[in-house]
T-cell receptor, first 113, second 116 residues
């Protein structure tokens, strides 16, 4: 599978600032999802954007999708120390009865007080 | 809803032994399950996809005889790492999909395997 690339690999900001992470992928997609992972834990689903959508909001999260450039961005506004985690984008394609995900390389976000 | 558990949460074993990891959906029926492997500070790599009652589909480069997957019921899937070696040490994560919400994967908390 072709893994997506995310940048930056690591991001360190102050609490209250905005954090922007970018994701690029290589193949056609049905949807793109963003996940969060705290160290040594499982993944938490944040948001899903379909291939025919350009922007989506959920609380302090804003996701954009540009299928012509095969890229997406995740913006976290007014960041908090509790937002410290790794963030992964994942592109979805149908597989069996579910949606097969290919994960990006991830961005490690650190929000400092 | 959509709670997935994994057992054990961590395991340490000797080289050459086999380790079984369980993945359970606690409040829904999972039609499809995925198994991922994650090395330290790296992303998740899909190992295999399994549908209830049928054989798992393995990703390229994943040995099906080494990583045995059984999806015997709609609430339980198991991954057995056979004859484990130190290079198999990793974080193994399962995820499950239900037919009513095929685009969403619900992830288990992961199992940390360390092979000595």
């Amino acid at each position: 599978s072709q893994q997506g690339e995310e940048d930056p690999q690591a991001l360190s900001i102050q609490e209250g600032e905005n954090a922007t992470m970018n994701c690029s992928y290589k193949t056609s997609i049905n949807n793109l999802q963003w996940y969060r992972q705290n160290s040594g834990r499982g993944l938490v689903h944040l948001i899903l954007i379909r291939s025919n959508e350009r922007e989506k909001h959920s609380g302090r999260l804003r996701v954009t999708l540009d299928t012509s450039k095969k890229s997406s961005s995740l913006l976290i506004t007014a960041s908090r120390a509790a937002d410290t985690a790794s963030y992964f984008c994942a592109t979805g394609a149908r597989a069996g009865g579910g949606n097969k995900l290919t994960f990006g390389t991830g961005t490690q976000l650190k929000v400092e007080l | 809803g959509a709670v997935v558990s994994q057992h054990p949460s961590w395991v340490i074993c000797k080289s050459g032994t086999s380790v079984k990891i369980e993945c359970r959906s606690l409040d829904f029926q999972a039609t499809t399950m995925f198994w991922y492997r994650q090395f330290p500070k790296q992303s998740l790599m899909l190992m295999a996809t399994s549908n209830e009652g049928s054989k798992a589909t393995y990703e390229q480069g994943v040995e099906k005889d080494k990583f045995l997957i059984n999806h015997a019921s709609l609430t339980l899937s198991t991954l057995t790492v056979t004859s484990a070696h130190p290079e198999d040490s990793s974080f193994y994560i399962c995820s499950e999909v239900t037919s009513g919400r095929p685009n969403e994967q619900f992830f288990g908390p992961g199992t940390r395997l360390t092979v000595l």
